[in-house]
């Protein structure tokens, strides 16, 4: 598994120390930026780098940051095969990977301490997929809503 990092300027700070954290975890971990502090740039070219690179790998997976994490949702959910799923909790972060399946963890660093961070993004990468076939039922209609 390869973990991939995406993050615009208000998530820039999170998402190096999250790189950090993983990698002294002992994770594979890929910052697709953004790689410098620009004020001016926008999330969704950092949503898509990342979106693009989970569906290239059996069970690779992704985790976007940006200031509300709202946009970042928005833009990664608009690729098919992603599952992008909203976090600021531990419990939203197991739930998300338990319940959706999600491939895409996305925090708001605006509403989330890098603690909190930390414990969510270990959480969810440490969380299967629940076998009950309604989580399953759910992600089928959904591919046959939308492809």
Same mark, same amino acid.
């Given at each position: 598994?390869k973990?991939?990092?995406g993050?615009?300027? &208000? @998530?820039y700070e999170?998402?190096? /120390?999250l790189? #950090?954290?993983?990698?002294?975890l002992?994770y594979?971990?890929?910052?697709l930026g ?12 950092y949503a ?5 690179k989970i569906?290239?790998?059996?069970d ?5 940051v940006?200031?509300s994490?709202?946009?970042m949702?928005?833009?990664?959910n608009?690729? &098919? @095969?992603v599952?992008?799923?909203l /976090?600021?909790? #531990? ?5 998300a990977?338990?319940?959706?399946n999600s491939n ?9 301490t890098?603690?909190e ?7 969810w990468l ?6 009950d ?12 809503l939308y492809g």
């Open positions: 598994m973990i991939y990092l993050a615009d300027h &208000n @998530g999170l998402k190096n /120390a790189y #950090e954290h993983l990698v002294h002992g594979e971990v890929e910052d953004a790689k410098t502090l620009d004020k001016s740039d926008d999330y969704p070219r898509y780098d990342v979106a693009v569906l290239g790998g059996d690779d997976l992704g985790i976007l940006c200031g994490g709202q946009g949702s928005i833009a990664a608009r690729v &098919n @095969g599952r992008a799923a /976090a600021w909790s #531990e419990a939203s972060a197991i739930a990977k338990r319940d959706d895409v963890l996305v925090l708001p660093s605006r509403f989330i890098e603690d961070a930390f414990i969510a993004t270990e959480s440490k969380t299967g997929f629940d076998s076939p309604k989580y399953q039922r759910r992600l089928d209609e959904l591919e046959q």
